[in-house]
């Protein structure tokens, strides 16, 4: 499997800020697929050949899945935070019914780091394929079939009071902020190979696609025979994710980024955040947290209507420019 060249500049570990461009103001208006596209892949945790199809969808609709290889084809299910079923290794939604879609995370974190607003995404089996373990396929795929605008006006969720949810050593935050979405994350592992790694990005389309999109699932060597024979990692391979041993990175290009690890932990927060069923303007920052500490806190911001607004992405603009202009910058740490 051919990978990217790490950045010589990571190697070392800690490192100044890094300044990027001022990205051009996103429109205001809505956006899906200006055309169907698809892919096939194994299905992580299931191990099952999965067939997924991306169809464009109206406005309003949001980010819906639905199964098409049950009898009468399936209950669609909405990617939102209420239809969270499991979150032990992946997110899992479900609808009423209990019909479900597993490890949504990286395809939900490549529609939000694309602005995708609306998609029907189909699926003949239980879950959403890995393909290389990060969301950049999905990027790819996005790209092949287009964005297109929607003449409605897009909705923002701005986060108005902190929330969060501690779980011992875990924690996850949201705060209020005036300049889009940020994520931060804080991860430990004694494995020396991982380590300690912090990260923080501003989320926009640039930055999301280079720096977040091509960092891959992981795990380690250890743990594998328990997944397993919990139902979990039957499709983890290789070519799939990153597998640790110690100290030792058994995958044979090795890593795409020095702290590739952290940067995972990020994209899956984009995903999962995304279940807010909106674009964010808040912070978020967790600490050694999991899917399953991401889903506590959006039912906590949930819990309190007044945690958070929507508005306008227009009027937001225009009372605050600095939410799209703001100089986007990242520092990362080893």
């Known amino acids: 499997m051919a990978l990217d060249v790490s950045d010589p500049s990571t190697a070392s570990g800690a490192r100044a800020p890094h300044i990027f461009p001022v990205s051009t ?6 956006h899906t697929l200006k055309s169907t596209i698809g892919c096939s892949g194994i299905g992580l945790h299931s191990g099952v050949r999965v067939t997924m199809k991306l169809h464009p969808a109206p406005a309003d609709t949001g980010i819906v899945f639905k199964r098409v290889d049950l009898v009468g084809g399936g209950a669609e299910i909405p990617a939102r935070w209420d239809r969270i079923a499991d979150s032990r290794m992946c997110t899992v939604l479900a609808a ?4 479900s879609v597993a490890t949504v995370e990286h ?5 939000y780091g694309m602005g995708v607003d609306n998609a029907l995404v189909e699926l003949n089996g239980p879950e959403v394929p890995a393909m290389d373990g990060s969301a950049a396929p999905f990027i790819f795929l996005i790209e092949c079939a287009g964005v297109v605008e ?13 929330v969060s949810f501690v ?4 924690e996850v935050r949201l705060e209020p902020s005036d300049s889009g979405l940020t994520v931060g994350f804080d991860i430990s592992f004694t494995a020396p190979a991982v380590g300690n790694q912090s990260c923080e990005f501003d989320i926009d389309r640039d930055i999301f696609k280079a720096e977040i999109s091509k960092a891959r699932t992981f795990g380690f060597l250890s743990d594998v025979t328990a997944l397993r024979e919990a139902g979990l990692a039957r499709g983890g391979s290789l ?7 110690g100290d030792r990175i058994l995958n044979e290009d090795g890593l795409r980024h020095a702290d590739e690890f952290v940067r995972h932990k990020a994209l899956d927060a984009v995903g999962d955040l995304y279940l807010t069923g909106h674009p964010i303007v808040g912070h978020f920052h967790g600490v050694c947290s999991s899917h399953a500490d991401t889903a506590r806190l959006l039912g906590l911001l949930f819990a309190d209507d007044s945690n958070w607004e929507l508005v306008d992405a227009a009027d937001l ?3 605050d420019a600095s939410a799209w202009t703001a100089p986007l910058t990242r520092a990362v740490s080893g």
Do not use: I, T, Y
């Open 25 to 30: 103001n996103p429109s205001h208006l809505q």
């Open 96 to 99: 009423e019914n209990g019909v």
């Open 107 to 111: 395809l939900m974190a490549a529609f």
């Open 150 to 162: 929607q003449k409605v006006p897009l909705k923002v969720m701005r986060v108005l009071k902190p």
């Open 167 to 170: 779980n011992g050593q875990k």
């Open 239 to 245: 070519e799939n994710a990153v597998v640790v041993d």
């Open 317 to 319: 603009a225009d009372n």
